[in-house]
T-cell receptor, first 110, second 116 residues
Framework: GESVGLHLPTLSVQEGDNSIINCAYS??????FIWYKQESGKGPQFIID?????DKRQGQRVTVLLNKTVKHLSLQIAATQPGDSAVYFC?????????FGGGTRLMVKP | GAVVSQHPSWVICKSGTSVKIECRSL??????MFWYRQFPKQSLMLMAT?????????EQGVEKDKFLINHASLTLSTLTVTSAHPEDSSFYIC????????????FGEGSRLTVL
């Protein structure tokens, strides 16, 4: 069935560098995408979202890019900090259903 | 933002015990809440959609008699794992949709169930 997935299971970056986490989706009917951050032993935390009628959305230190042509979603974190170390999930929404991708672990090296 | 609270955070029980997990929306009303299950190093898997005042909608493969969901009020949904066994050990997370139809989901902190 159609699903959301991630290219890289683990991403290791140097503190201060920019991080890019990627996500592929296959359902063109999805109209809303969200990135969540999950720290160990905690529930997911909303980071940023984007609607399908947008290509880019910026938050504080984070940017989400949506490429509907290739069904690709990315999360960019500027000046990555140790506190950014976590697992990041993309999710797509279709109607009342939210489906999560497999997750990428971001490790920040001091 | 809106706050969703889960209780307990962690529960350890013997095999055969039934365990109830509560999910509360603290500062808003939630007609719909969602229950997820997460195994270590894996993504969240939707178990069921909890609807206030009506029966929950379960995802395929989820045993409704095993995982009882009650959404008795607009601020509380409960998940009861009946006759829990070690294979039920997992991290259970609930979420509620933000008010005013913004679409954003707020998650609880999760409840870790360990069945011995």
């Amino acid at each position: 069935g159609e699903s959301v997935g991630l290219h890289l299971p683990t991403l290791s970056v140097q503190e201060g560098d920019n991080s890019i986490i990627n996500c592929a989706y296959s359902n063109s009917a999805s109209d809303y995408f969200i990135w969540y951050k999950q720290e160990s032993g905690k529930g997911p935390q909303f980071i940023i979202d984007i609607r399908s009628n947008m290509d880019k959305r910026q938050g504080q230190r984070v940017t989400v890019l949506l490429n509907k042509t290739v069904k690709h979603l990315s999360l960019q974190i500027a000046a990555t900090q140790p506190g950014d170390s976590a697992v990041y999930f993309c999710a797509e929404r279709r109607g009342n259903m939210l489906t999560f991708g497999g997750g990428t672990r971001l490790m920040v090296k001091p | 933002g809106a706050v969703v609270s889960q209780h307990p955070s962690w529960v350890i029980c013997k095999s055969g015990t039934s365990v109830k997990i509560e999910c509360r929306s603290l500062d808003f009303q939630a007609t719909t809440m969602f229950w997820y299950r997460q195994f270590p190093k894996q993504s969240l898997m939707l178990m069921a959609t909890s609807n206030e005042g009506s029966k929950a909608t379960y995802e395929q493969g989820v045993e409704k008699d095993k995982f009882l969901i009650n959404h008795a009020s607009l601020t509380l949904s409960t998940l009861t794992v009946t006759s829990a066994h070690p294979e039920d050990s997992s991290f259970y997370i609930c979420s509620a949709r933000a008010p005013r139809g913004t679409g954003e989901l707020f998650f609880g902190e999760g409840s870790r169930l360990t069945v011995l």
